[in-house]
């Protein structure tokens, strides 16, 4: 509940029987007696308002996808539905049943939603969403579900939402470096694959109109030019740090380093996958991490054995903070490595923030959101979640998409991200500009259509730095009737480079559309009133 309200930024608190609401939300519990203007009642048990109103209640158990406004709202632990119930807001997409109604009694309106809005969220943060549902939002639907039933009947609301004043949201370009140098490799299986995709595949993708000859024969090149790549004779393809650089000039952006070479670490079964270990450590390129570092970018460690083992996370982030001499460091787990006990194991090696929480097949929310959130369990570590890998949309066995259509994939996210905030989180891998991948083009269209959005380009340290100040920030002052809210936040020099919150004031007295609001920034200040 208290993380829902985090990400829901807006005044709350449990209920007092002395108080007055404007609101009052309740899941699964008979409402208490009181005079608010608007009850909301979630569960999933049959409630004392239905029965009184002679509703019928149906238990639909586990996964439903449900319908309002245009959405698609999937919900997970189950739900209720009110056949023949009047004044619908969703409707149970299989059976075409009310799962959520408004009801009009005297001056106070119900809304009643059939399923428990907590424990979905609880299985959004834990559990995560299928491949199949990917591409949905869930977790920011509900929040706007929500906030637009409050709205709607003209009620005030205050929020401070997820993104920063001046820009629309955040975009985090991060590039997990997997593989620097093609020389550091001898014939292995990396090598082995290299050559059968600048080559064959290559070849089969230019006959079926997925390559063109530019790119065929870039890879024939390298391929073939492998030799005198070993005798350093010719430049590496896949020393691509420096292309970045100057791809994303201007632009923040973040490398997760790997701290260790020729060590594959342990999968989820306890097994030792050989291709995982790589063939490089921070240490070979920390000339090259230095002068990233110097120039703006952020290094963060590309984990292997932290995602079950504290003491291993512990040594692996020393191993980057000896290049960077910073002790503030992120972490993503090599190949999305995770477990439930991972973020306390994050946590006790002293990590600030972790950007594991994504797909590897697919691309979308995996907790259903672009809010930075926090783990149940963690005390200070933050998610960052990952929304976009490359690999995801252009290798066969996943996506397979071409260039465009990858491009096409992302609007949606795009559209998305620019009207409900939050960080829009980027891995594009360090040799995907370079033979035999090639996804330089897509990557610099990408760059073009966020900048066209007007986004806060952040290294994921600073994204996640500002939204700790958003959740540190407290409405210390909320009087009923009196129309101000005053907003106050500690200060915290790691928030200083981030830009300011602002306030977002619905109010209902505007003419026009029901969402109408107005935005004021928050000025970093200790304490702010503001009339409301």
């Known amino acids: 509940m208290r993380e829902f309200f985090q990400l829901f930024k807006t005044p709350w608190e449990f209920h007092r029987a002395d108080a007055h609401y404007d609101v009052l939300l309740c899941c699964d519990r008979e409402v208490p007696q009181n005079e608010a203007r608007l009850v909301l009642l979630y569960g999933t048990a049959q409630n004392q308002f239905e029965k009184s109103r002679a509703l019928q209640a149906e238990s639909a158990p586990g996964q439903s996808l449900l319908s309002f406004g245009g959405a698609r709202l999937p919900i997970y632990r189950g739900c209720l539905r009110f056949p023949g119930a009047e004044g619908e807001l969703i409707v149970h997409e299989s059976s075409k049943q009310p799962v959520g109604f408004r009801a009009v009694a005297g001056t106070q309106t119900v809304v009643r939603f059939g399923y428990d809005l907590f424990a ?147 999968d989820p079964q306890g097994n030792i996958r050989s291709k995982r270990a790589t063939r490089y450590a921070a240490a070979d390129i920390a000339a090259e991490l230095k002068q990233l570092h110097a120039n703006g970018s952020e290094i963060a460690l590309h984990g292997i054995d932290a995602w079950h083992d504290s003491s291993a996370g512990a040594e692996e982030r020393s191993q980057i903070e000896r290049v960077t001499g910073s002790p503030q460091m992120g972490v993503r787990m090599h190949w999305l490595y995770f477990a439930q006990e991972s973020p306390r194991l994050l946590e006790q090696a002293g990590f600030s923030y972790d950007s594991t929480i994504g797909y590897n097949e697919t691309i979308g929310y995996k907790a259903g959101t672009t809010q930075v959130y926090q783990h149940p369990g963690a005390d200070r570590l933050l998610e960052l979640p990952l929304h976009i890998m490359d690999t995801a949309m252009f290798y066969p066995p996943y996506l397979n998409l071409s260039d465009a259509e990858a491009l096409r994939a992302i609007q949606p996210m795009i559209r998305h991200a620019a009207g409900s905030g939050g960080v829009m989180t980027i891995n594009w891998h360090d040799r995907s500009l370079g033979p035999e991948r090639l996804w330089g083009g897509a990557y610099a269209s990408l760059l073009s259509d966020l900048r066209a959005e007007d986004p806060w380009f952040a290294t994921a340290g600073d994204a ?69």
């Not at 919150?501 to 609001?517: C, I, Q, T």
């Open 120 to 266: 979905e969220i609880r299985h959004l943060l834990t559990c995560g969403q299928p491949e199949a549902l990917a591409g949905v939002p869930t977790l920011d639907l509900h929040i706007r579900l929500l906030r637009e039933s409050i709205v709607k009947e003209r009620l005030p609301l205050v929020e401070i939402p997820p993104a920063p004043a001046g820009h629309p949201f955040t975009v985090c370009l991060t590039h997990d470096v997997d593989h620097v140098r093609l020389r550091f490799h001898r014939l292995d299986h990396t090598v082995i694959g290299f050559l059968y995709r600048a080559t064959l595949r290559s070849f089969f993708q230019f006959l079926r109109g997925r390559r063109s000859l530019s790119h065929l024969l870039t890879n024939w090149k390298a391929a073939f030019s492998l030799p005198l790549i070993y005798l350093g004779l010719v430049k590496d393809p896949w020393d691509q740090l420096e292309s970045y650089a100057e791809l994303e000039k201007g632009l923040a952006s973040t490398f997760f380093v790997i701290p260790r070479k020729d060590h594959p670490g342990v």
């Open 464 to 532: 996640v730095a500002w939204f700790r100040k958003r959740r540190a920030a407290s409405f210390g002052d909320v009087r009923p009737g009196s129309n101000e809210v005053t907003v106050q936040w500690p200060p915290d020099k790691s928030c200083a480079n981030t830009p300011p919150l602002r306030l977002r004031v619905y109010n209902p007295a505007a003419p026009g559309a029901d969402l109408s609001f107005e935005d004021r920034p928050i000025l970093e200040t200790e304490q702010v009133l503001v009339a409301a």
